[in-house]
Protein backbone atom coordinates (compact mmCIF):
# COMPACT_ATOMS: atom_id res chain seq x y z
CA UNK A 1 0.00 0.00 0.00
CA UNK A 2 1.57 3.56 -0.90
CA UNK A 3 2.03 5.96 1.97
CA UNK A 4 -0.54 8.23 0.51
CA UNK A 5 -3.19 5.74 0.95
CA UNK A 6 -2.68 4.65 4.38
CA UNK A 7 -2.59 8.12 5.18
CA UNK A 8 -5.66 9.10 3.45
CA UNK A 9 -7.54 5.92 4.54
CA UNK A 10 -5.97 6.22 8.56
CA UNK A 11 -6.23 9.67 8.78
CA UNK A 12 -5.93 11.96 11.90
CA UNK A 13 -9.51 11.63 13.76
CA UNK A 14 -9.86 11.42 17.08
CA UNK A 15 -9.94 7.53 17.38
CA UNK A 16 -6.40 7.65 15.33
CA UNK A 17 -5.03 10.03 17.66
CA UNK A 18 -6.16 8.01 20.35
CA UNK A 19 -4.60 5.05 19.02
CA UNK A 20 -1.58 6.92 18.75
CA UNK A 21 -1.60 8.45 22.17
CA UNK A 22 -2.05 4.26 23.43
CA UNK A 23 1.45 3.79 21.51
CA UNK A 24 2.96 6.82 23.07
CA UNK A 25 2.23 6.09 26.39
CA UNK A 26 3.13 2.14 25.96
CA UNK A 27 6.48 3.15 24.86
CA UNK A 28 7.18 6.55 27.26
CA UNK A 29 6.19 4.19 30.10
CA UNK A 30 8.73 1.26 29.18
CA UNK A 31 11.34 4.09 29.30
CA UNK A 32 10.29 4.74 32.60
CA UNK A 33 8.24 8.25 32.21
CA UNK A 34 4.54 8.01 33.03
CA UNK A 35 3.75 10.94 32.24
CA UNK A 36 5.38 12.36 28.93
CA UNK A 37 4.99 16.57 27.67
CA UNK A 38 4.92 18.29 24.99
CA UNK A 39 3.72 15.95 22.31
CA UNK A 40 3.86 16.61 18.76
CA UNK A 41 2.38 14.39 15.79
CA UNK A 42 2.67 14.90 12.14
CA UNK A 43 1.82 12.04 9.23
CA UNK A 44 4.94 11.82 7.10
CA UNK A 45 7.47 8.91 5.45
CA UNK A 46 10.03 7.33 7.49
CA UNK A 47 12.72 8.87 4.93
CA UNK A 48 11.19 12.65 5.50
CA UNK A 49 10.86 12.38 9.54
CA UNK A 50 14.63 10.76 9.92
CA UNK A 51 15.82 13.88 7.39
CA UNK A 52 14.58 16.45 9.62
CA UNK A 53 15.24 14.98 12.74
CA UNK A 54 18.80 13.78 11.49
CA UNK A 55 19.95 16.11 8.49
CA UNK A 56 19.83 15.98 4.87
CA UNK A 57 22.04 12.76 4.46
CA UNK A 58 19.87 10.27 6.32
CA UNK A 59 17.76 8.42 4.78
CA UNK A 60 15.20 5.63 5.48
CA UNK A 61 12.10 4.01 4.80
CA UNK A 62 9.49 5.59 2.20
CA UNK A 63 6.94 4.11 3.93
CA UNK A 64 4.04 6.18 5.98
CA UNK A 65 5.22 7.03 9.67
CA UNK A 66 3.68 9.28 12.37
CA UNK A 67 6.17 10.77 13.76
CA UNK A 68 5.88 11.88 17.43
CA UNK A 69 8.22 13.98 19.39
CA UNK A 70 8.10 14.48 23.16
CA UNK A 71 9.71 15.50 26.33
CA UNK A 72 10.43 13.52 29.94
CA UNK A 73 13.07 11.77 31.56
CA UNK A 74 13.65 8.95 29.62
CA UNK A 75 15.30 6.16 31.14
CA UNK A 76 15.90 2.02 29.68
CA UNK A 77 18.72 -0.17 31.05
CA UNK A 78 20.16 -0.59 34.36
CA UNK A 79 23.58 -0.82 35.57
CA UNK A 80 22.59 -3.25 37.92
CA UNK A 81 21.98 -5.74 35.41
CA UNK A 82 24.64 -5.24 33.23
CA UNK A 83 23.62 -2.91 30.98
CA UNK A 84 24.29 0.92 31.15
CA UNK A 85 21.34 2.69 31.27
CA UNK A 86 20.42 5.20 27.96
CA UNK A 87 18.60 8.42 29.46
CA UNK A 88 17.54 11.37 27.75
CA UNK A 89 15.11 14.11 27.80
CA UNK A 90 13.39 14.28 24.42
CA UNK A 91 12.23 11.36 22.38
CA UNK A 92 11.05 11.18 18.45
CA UNK A 93 9.13 7.43 18.00
CA UNK A 94 8.39 6.40 14.30
CA UNK A 95 5.64 4.54 14.35
CA UNK A 96 4.01 2.34 12.20
CA UNK A 97 0.41 3.51 10.75
CA UNK A 98 -0.67 0.23 9.99
CA UNK A 99 0.85 -1.89 12.72
CA UNK A 100 0.40 0.41 15.30
CA UNK A 101 3.96 0.08 16.91
CA UNK A 102 6.92 2.15 17.22
CA UNK A 103 8.75 1.30 14.03
CA UNK A 104 12.13 3.35 15.48
CA UNK A 105 13.07 5.95 18.17
CA UNK A 106 15.66 8.14 19.22
CA UNK A 107 16.42 9.65 22.47
CA UNK A 108 18.52 12.52 23.61
CA UNK A 109 20.27 14.44 26.57
CA UNK A 110 19.81 17.78 26.68
CA UNK A 111 22.38 19.00 24.92
CA UNK A 112 21.62 16.90 21.86
CA UNK A 113 18.54 17.92 21.49
CA UNK A 114 18.19 18.07 17.26
CA UNK A 115 17.31 21.58 15.81
CA UNK A 116 14.06 20.71 13.59
CA UNK A 117 10.39 21.88 12.41
CA UNK A 118 7.47 19.07 12.52
CA UNK A 119 6.29 21.95 10.48
CA UNK A 120 7.91 21.16 7.60
CA UNK A 121 6.97 17.62 7.11
CA UNK A 122 2.46 18.85 7.40
CA UNK A 123 0.10 19.52 9.90
CA UNK A 124 1.42 18.98 13.46
CA UNK A 125 -1.36 17.90 16.40
CA UNK A 126 -0.65 18.38 19.65
CA UNK A 127 -1.32 15.48 21.98
CA UNK A 128 -1.69 16.32 25.54
CA UNK A 129 -1.84 13.60 28.26
CA UNK A 130 -3.07 13.72 31.72
CA UNK A 131 -1.39 13.08 34.64
CA UNK A 132 -2.39 9.40 35.58
CA UNK A 133 -3.83 8.49 32.19
CA UNK A 134 -3.88 5.01 31.56
CA UNK A 135 -2.83 3.52 27.72
CA UNK A 136 -6.31 2.85 25.44
CA UNK A 137 -8.20 5.44 27.76
CA UNK A 138 -7.54 8.40 25.66
Do not use: C
Amino acid sequence: MTTQRVLERDGMDRERIDEIKSVILAWSREWSEPNPQDIMLVETTGDRGMREIYGEGVGSTPAARYLATLTGTFRFGDVEGGSAPRIGVWAALFIDPVEMRVAGHTVRPPDWIPKHSLENLGRVQRITIQEGEAPGLG
